[in-house]
């Protein structure tokens, strides 16, 4: 019997040194009861482990089992795959949440807002930062659209197994009308349960994947159009994401004041450090926490 939770949480812990334990923190601060939070631990591939965590009851573990590819792009999504494949025959849950460790959540209501998304069009298998920015431009797909072609031209016959996997779900998603390289960026995407649900009964989740230049993010892309549902864009600039690949897309006070509620990368923005950063959402955080005692006496 598999646990009903509104949102689960997979969050990839590597050994690059972000201050995973706040981000942590802001996602135990800003999501609802109703969870399980899965840490995928990719630091014990290096001899190490993950520090210890405060192990509240709704947050597990998920070791990778060995031998698994070990580069930054398809081997992330191999194993986060598996992560996905475990955590749903555990659980139930209404939506997946998958962020970095250097994004952040930055305020309660996320569910709230993705339930409305999915539930206003039931094809919407994926929400993110997907084809326009913060800023409202449009977002620049050519790179992972040329390695995609590279992969599957005859370039690709270097490694006939590589190309025929890599084929076959460009072909199945270009049934649904997908766009080589269309692509939500991996910082923090929501899937719809329905959407992940079916990946994981399709066996995508079980492709092993060979070692390419497909970023994470540009095969859960693809695979999601593949299953038949589509990607929403939820990070432009009204919408409750503010998503770059580098640094900051605004200053953290204006990303409180506008309300967001995710962010991606607290790494830097213009001369304030990653430190910086965190300290200032932290202390938004806090004062959070303050008044919400304050306004239950509880």
Not at 30 to 53: F, W
Not at 148 to 171: C, D, F, K, N, T
Request: with cysteine; hydrophobic share 40%; aromatic share 8%.
């Amino acid at each position: 019997m598999r646990t009903k939770v509104r949102i689960a949480i997979v969050v990839p812990v590597g050994p690059c040194g972000d201050d995973y334990h706040d981000t942590l923190d802001s996602v135990l601060s800003y999501t609802d009861r109703s969870r399980v939070i899965v840490i995928m631990d990719d630091v014990a591939r290096t001899g190490q482990s993950l520090a210890d965590l405060t192990d509240p009851p709704d947050l597990v573990v998920y070791r990778p089992p060995a031998g698994l590819p070990d580069n930054a792009y398809s081997g992330l999504w191999v194993k986060l795959a598996a992560a996905y494949h475990w955590l749903l025959e555990r659980y139930e849950p209404e939506m997946v949440l998958r962020l970095d460790t250097d994004a952040l959540l930055l305020g309660p209501g996320i569910e709230v807002l993705a339930e409305r998304a999915f539930a206003a069009d039931p094809g919407l298998g994926l929400l993110g930062s997907y084809r326009i920015g913060p800023d409202g431009g449009q977002r620049d797909i050519s790179w992972p659209a040329r390695q995609l072609r590279v992969l599957a031209g005859a370039r690709g016959l270097v490694h006939p197994g590589q190309r025929s996997l890599i084929r076959h779900y460009r072909r199945l998603a270009r049934a649904h009308g997908y766009v080589d390289g269309e692509h939500a960026l991996g910082g923090a995407v929501i899937f719809g349960g329905a959407a992940i649900g079916a990946m994981d009964r399709y066996g995508f989740f079980a492709s092993t994947w060979p070692d390419v230049m497909l970023g994470e993010d540009h095969i859960t892309s693809m695979l999601t159009i593949a299953a038949g549902y589509r990607i929403g864009d939820f990070g432009g600039p009204d919408d409750p994401m503010a998503l770059k690949w580098i640094g900051l897309p605004s200053h953290p006070a204006d990303l409180l004041a506008g309300g967001k509620l995710i962010t991606h990368s607290v790494r830097s923005w213009q001369d304030l450090d990653e430190a910086q950063i965190r300290a200032i959402f932290a202390d938004a955080r806090n004062r959070n926490q303050i008044e919400g005692q304050m306004a239950d006496p509880r």
